[in-house]
């Protein structure tokens, strides 16, 4: 076996698999290392949670069980991805100091970094949808909270206000024209505040990283499930809206620094509303509805505070490859914010088409 990490060989050995196995690394994924397990022609994908970011990881393996139990029982035709069990039956191996678990590896699947197309911006929207509506009826407060505070925006504001108050004094300077977009389009975190407070905002289960990688397609480009589950808690639907609106609308990245890339591109929207509505559309209420086009804002303008924060802290949350690499992100997100913005009247029209 090849010895990538110290501790697959003794993790491997706790399930029921050869003496052949051979493991290689697999992916791209920046937050999990992850690795291909190959026994006997069978596949399968070993990932060890990465402790810096999930600081409980049981709370993962309880959520990701109590999901596939219900599913089990109310919606056993939903094909959901469940860890393989080991020998003494349980879904998270604890060696060391870490945490690993093994899937089953989904033949004939395939995932995408980037939207190539709305066809596949549809399908990961339905995708998403369904996960949320077949455990529409699962108590949420069943659920672990694995990333605490993970999409409260009012947090995150507090954490950019105090970094623009007491972090790097150079990089405050440096970034000044930042500063003062994020602090005008402050409106975002009182919208996001009053939705909270009137209750608006449902409570359902939620996947908070929608992004297309996080879902496997078969060879004609449909959806077949959901994946990634670390991050499942409790949460409103403008998590999963918005970061599909996030990195679904724009053809580049996060990472573009040519800000004229940037744009909405308006074909992909009804796409993403049509196909997330296609089983969303009963749980939804209508101010929840009108509220669509604002799960992107919220979303985009999060991310803007959270890569801004991160650089007046001096690059200690999500570190730089290059000087400046977290304000250039904060720039694409508040430039895609203002493309968003631009276009709010617009998309607005084409999901009040929905509401009855």
């Known amino acids: 076996m090849e010895k990538i990490d110290t501790g697959c060989e003794e993790v491997l050995s706790q399930y029921d698999l050869s003496s052949e196995v051979k493991i290689e690394p697999f992916g791209t994924g920046l937050i999990n290392h992850t690795w291909l397990v190959i026994d006997k022609g069978k596949r399968f994908i070993l990932q060890k949670i990465n402790r810096n970011v999930f600081k409980v990881p049981v709370n993962i393996a ?39 678990r093994l899937f089953p590896f989904v033949e004939n699947s395939r995932v995408y970094e980037v939207v190539q197309s709305p066809k596949q911006a549809f399908e990961a929207a339905r995708q998403f949808g369904l996960f949320t509506t077949v455990l529409s009826r699962l108590p949420t407060e069943q659920l672990k909270i694995t990333l605490p505070g993970f999409h409260n925006l009012s947090e995150r504001w507090r954490q950019f206000e105090d970094a623009s108050k007491n972090g790097s004094p150079g990089r405050i300077r440096t970034a000044a024209m930042e500063i003062d977009s994020a602090r005008k389009n402050a409106f975002i975190v009182d919208t996001y505040e009053k939705l909270k407070s009137s209750k608006v905002l449902k409570t359902r289960v939620t996947h908070h990283d929608t992004k297309i990688s996080n879902i496997l397609f078969d060879p004609q480009d449909k959806g077949i499930c959901v994946i990634d589950l670390d991050t499942v808690m409790p949460g409103f639907f403008i998590s999963d809206v918005g970061d599909m609106l996030r990195t679904y609308l724009s053809p580049v990245s996060e990472e573009e620094r040519d800000l004229s890339k940037i744009e909405v591109r308006e074909e992909y929207f009804p796409a993403i509303v049509e196909g997330y509505l296609s089983c969303m559309a009963a749980e939804l209420t209508e101010e929840e509805l009108r509220h669509f086009v604002y799960a992107g804002m919220f979303m985009i303008y999060m991310q803007a505070l959270r890569f801004l924060t991160d650089y007046l802290n001096n690059d200690k949350y999500y570190g730089a490859r290059y000087e400046g690499h977290n304000l250039a992100r904060a720039q694409n997100q508040l430039k895609l914010l203002e493309r968003l913005q631009g276009k709010e009247s617009l998309l607005n029209q084409q999901v009040l088409k929905f509401i009855k």
Do not use: Q
Not at 62 to 70: A, G, T, V
Not at 71 to 98: C, I, N, Q
């Open 62 to 100: 309880h959520n990701i069980e109590l999901i596939d139990n219900y599913l089990k029982e109310h919606h056993p035709d939903y094909f959901f991805v469940a860890p393989v069990r080991t020998g003494s039956g349980t879904s998270m191996v604890h060696w060391g100091e870490e945490y690993y």
